[in-house]
């Protein structure tokens, strides 16, 4: 069985954790591409496209954030699917005709979603639970839904993830390792006080993170989505050859 190809659309600023933790979740040969350079795919041809999170806020006045925007809108167009993690899930937010805010507060640490009732059978979140724990850090929400955007997960701060047609947005950082969970708290200092950033820590444990990896599961759930929408496209004969590219 040929593997999918995935574009991942990498909008993190030179953080080298966000391409291992994409690359070891994501079972798919992945061509990165590096946003916030000025670097987007010249095609569509991609089994599905994955948007990274990013210390940017959507509405900031950045030469590279609005052709990310048209190029996830003209995927969805397309029927792509698509997956969009914390930034990612704002930019697919903002590109679907949503709207995106900053927040009063800002989330940060190992804390419980809630699945809605409607969502015990979505693709990505149906085998999650009706609650679950991951980790989050966000100053931005996704306040106002696409149109046409059905709710799946929420929490006290707001929407943590939607579905519209074959794509969906997370909020929170399924990918996330110890190691990233610690490093970006330990950024946060300056924007949320060292008594936070110290609770914040105290709580990155083994065990907490166990919780967790219970999310992972949707980009195992996202994969086979994705080859689903892949076959049925190659039976009905609607699927093209895809260009050759570079694993970066």
């Given at each position: 069985?040929?593997?999918?190809?995935?574009?991942?659309?990498?909008?993190?600023?030179?953080?080298?954790?966000?391409?291992?933790?994409?690359?070891?979740?994501?079972?798919?040969?992945?061509?990165?591409?590096?946003?916030?350079?000025?670097?987007?795919?010249?095609?569509?041809e991609f089994d599905g496209i994955?948007?990274?999170?990013?210390?940017?806020?959507?509405?900031?006045?950045?030469?590279?954030?609005?052709?990310?925007?048209?190029?996830?809108?003209?995927?969805?167009?397309?029927?792509?699917?698509?997956?969009?993690?914390?930034?990612?899930?704002?930019?697919?937010?903002?590109?679907?005709?949503?709207?995106?805010?900053?927040?009063?507060?800002?989330?940060?640490?190992?804390?419980?979603?809630?699945?809605?009732?409607?969502?015990?059978?979505?693709?990505?979140?149906?085998?999650?639970?009706?609650?679950?724990?991951?980790?989050?850090?966000?100053?931005?929400?996704?306040?106002?839904?696409?149109?046409?955007?059905?709710?799946?997960?929420?929490?006290?701060?707001?929407?943590?993830?939607?579905?519209?047609?074959?794509?969906?947005?997370?909020?929170f950082h399924p990918e996330y390792?110890?190691?990233?969970?610690?490093?970006?708290?330990?950024?946060?200092?300056?924007?949320?006080?060292?008594?936070?950033?110290?609770?914040?820590?105290?709580?990155?444990?083994?065990?907490?993170?166990?919780?967790?990896?219970?999310?992972?599961?949707?980009?195992?759930?996202?994969?086979?989505?994705?080859?689903?929408?892949?076959?049925?496209?190659?039976?009905?004969?609607?699927?093209?050859?895809?260009?050759?590219?570079?694993?970066?």
């Amino acid at each position: 069985m040929t593997r999918l190809r995935f574009a991942l659309l990498n909008a993190a600023h030179g953080d080298e954790s966000t391409t291992r933790n994409f690359r070891r979740e994501l079972d798919a040969d992945l061509t990165e591409f590096h946003a916030t350079d000025g670097q987007l795919p010249d095609h569509h041809e991609f089994d599905g496209i994955v948007i990274t999170g990013s210390r940017a806020s959507v509405y900031w006045d950045e030469d590279w954030i609005p052709p990310l925007v048209e190029y996830v809108a003209d995927a969805h167009e397309r029927d792509i699917p698509i997956l969009g993690v914390c930034y990612g899930h704002q930019i697919l937010a903002e590109a679907l005709d949503g709207r995106v805010a900053g927040m009063d507060d800002f989330e940060i640490g190992y804390n419980e979603i809630q699945r809605r009732p409607g969502a015990a059978d979505d693709e990505l979140l149906g085998n999650l639970g009706d609650a679950f724990t991951v980790f989050t850090t966000h100053g931005d929400a996704v306040v106002d839904l696409p149109p046409d955007a059905e709710l799946l997960a929420e929490n006290e701060f707001g929407v943590h993830a939607f579905r519209a047609g074959h794509a969906w947005g997370v909020q929170f950082h399924p990918e996330y390792d110890i190691a990233t969970a610690r490093e970006v708290t330990e950024g946060k200092r300056d924007s949320i006080g060292d008594e936070r950033v110290d609770a914040v820590l105290a709580d990155v444990t083994p065990a907490n993170y166990e919780t967790a990896c219970e999310a992972k599961r949707l980009f195992e759930n996202f994969t086979q989505y994705a080859r689903r929408v892949a076959d049925e496209a190659a039976s009905s004969g609607e699927g093209t050859d895809a260009p050759t590219a570079t694993d970066d």
